[in-house]
């Protein structure tokens, strides 16, 4: 097995300050309560710290003020810091396997090459919401993909039916002010350089409650 190492370039040409905040989330999110990294859990707490005083700084940025942009310039940097002493970790762990590192949230490094259709998304799990009229949809990561589109509607398909579709950049999703009483038909699709879609295996939900 080749083994590939954690991407560690944060920098503000890779990541705006608002996509390094989201990224960050997404990172802490992957990473709690996963198997493959047992020992993680409890050392993201710092992280999300770093994370929401960067982010607090980055909405007092419209003010304009010197202050609150050195503020944020090392606040940056302290959460950098921090992800690549995480990274760190995870690479460990992993023992550089791509699949496990992936389930982090961690990009991996790559050579440039064109990378054609990505796989069919596997282990499409469709639930009952935390709130009302939701739905939780989750699914296996997709290797390549940078984000992934999801399309929805009411069960049974027919002509007429017209697909709601969202995007995002994690493997779960929340579908909210659905319809109560109705069961819904979903899909994923990975979103890659290839503007082909390969989409899952449509999964009915149980009515929604």
């Excluded at 309560?33 to 005083?53: E, G, H, I, M, R």
């Excluded at 496990?100 to 991996?108: N, Q, Y």
């Excluded at 090459?113 to 919401?129: A, F």
């Excluded at 039916?161 to 999703?173: E, G, I, L, Y």
Aim: aromatic share 6%; proline share 3%; hydrophobic share 35%.
């Amino acid at each position: 097995m080749k083994k590939v190492k954690i991407s560690v370039d944060l920098s503000g040409h890779n990541y705006a300050d608002k996509e390094l905040n989201v990224k960050t989330d997404n990172i802490i999110e992957c990473l709690t309560d996963n198997s493959n990294f047992p020992t993680l859990s409890d050392q993201l707490a710092p992280v999300k710290t770093k994370n929401d005083y960067f982010g607090s700084l980055i909405v007092k940025m419209e003010q304009g003020n010197k202050q609150i942009t050195s503020e944020k310039k090392k606040a940056r940097e302290d959460l950098e810091n921090a992800l690549r002493s995480l990274a760190g970790k995870v690479q460990d762990i992993s023992g550089g396997d791509e699949a496990i590192i992936l389930t982090s949230g961690f990009d991996i490094n790559r050579k440039p090459t064109t990378v054609g259709e990505l796989e069919q998304p596997k282990n499409v799990i469709v639930k009952q919401g935390t709130t009302s009229a939701s739905l939780e949809v989750s699914w296996s990561v997709v290797a390549h993909a940078s984000s992934y589109e999801v399309r929805y509607t009411k069960a049974p398909l027919t002509d007429a039916s017209v697909f709601t579709t969202s995007t995002t950049t994690k493997h779960k999703v929340n579908l909210d002010n659905l319809e109560l009483r109705e069961s819904y038909l979903v899909q994923i699709a990975g979103i890659g350089s290839d503007p082909k879609r390969i989409w899952s295996v449509a999964v009915t939900s149980c009515y929604v409650s």
